[in-house]
T-cell receptor
Framework: AQSVTQPDIHITVSEGASLELRCNYS??????LFWYVQSPGQGLQLLLK??????LVQGIKGFEAEFKRSQSSFNLRKPSVHWSDAAEYFC????????????FGAGTRLAVHP | GAVVSQHPSRVICKSGTSVKIECRSL??????MFWYRQFPKQSLMLMAT?????????EQGVEKDKFLINHASLTLSTLTVTSAHPEDSSFYIC????????????FGPGTRLTVT
């Protein structure tokens, strides 16, 4: 079955600390992988995506993610978190070769302490 | 960048009435639009996929007669919740797909529906 698992429901970090949000997927074919961020009451903003090529992907707002096929993982990282990064983060997977529907993980809520 | 709007952003309706939510791609043509539903503190669940000029494809468990989707043009899709009930209260988010935009979905800001 196709699925996305985000093991951490809530994460709290101090401002300036590093961050890693975990994402594991189960997908039958080569996946397209995405990370989105959602602020309260808002839609989703794409942080980064991986289709192919370099497995370390750079995104907006200083985020990066690494695709590890052997571990079926696509973890999101940021070296230094800002208070404005507090939000909900969703990992998603879709079919390769252009895509139709996305399957989303349950999300990780990030809180940032000053 | 590609912008998707939704209208209204919030709506309150009485049980038994119908409500229409619009999703527009403002600066690009969207051959495919998606409708998602999000419960509080939960993930997005795909409800249906709509392609311009054809019938929407609904996900398993989604009542097509209750959630009417119309994709009349390349820039507009509508979701009508018919005979709404309190359990239909949710956050509805649409997205639009454009190959011109780099093969990704662009999400609208969402519509908060409250059924009293």
């Amino acid at each position: 079955a196709q699925s996305v698992t985000q093991p951490d429901i809530h994460i709290t970090v101090s401002e300036g600390a590093s961050l890693e949000l975990r994402c594991n997927y189960s997908y039958g074919a080569t996946p397209y992988l995405f990370w989105y961020v959602q602020s309260p009451g808002q839609g989703l903003q794409l942080l980064l995506k991986y289709f192919s090529g370099d497995t370390l992907v750079q995104g907006i707002k200083g985020f990066e993610a690494e695709f590890k096929r052997s571990q079926s993982s696509f973890n999101l990282r940021k070296p230094s978190v800002h208070w404005s990064d507090a939000a909900e983060y969703f990992c998603a997977v879709g079919p390769s070769g252009g895509y139709n529907k996305l399957i989303f993980g349950a999300g990780t809520r990030l809180a940032v302490h000053p | 960048g590609a912008v998707v709007s939704q209208h209204p952003s919030r709506v309150i309706c009485k049980s038994g009435t119908s409500v229409k939510i619009e999703c527009r791609s403002l600066d690009f043509q969207a051959t495919t639009m998606f409708w998602y539903r999000q419960f509080p503190k939960q993930s997005l669940m795909l409800m249906a996929t709509s392609n311009e000029g054809s019938k929407a494809t609904y996900e398993q468990g989604v009542e097509k007669d209750k959630f009417l989707i119309n994709h009349a043009s390349l820039t507009l899709s509508t979701l009508t919740v018919t005979s709404a009930h309190p359990e239909d209260s949710s956050f509805y988010i649409c997205s639009a797909f454009s190959q011109q935009g780099g093969d990704e979905q662009y999400f609208g800001p969402g519509t908060r529906l409250t059924v009293t």
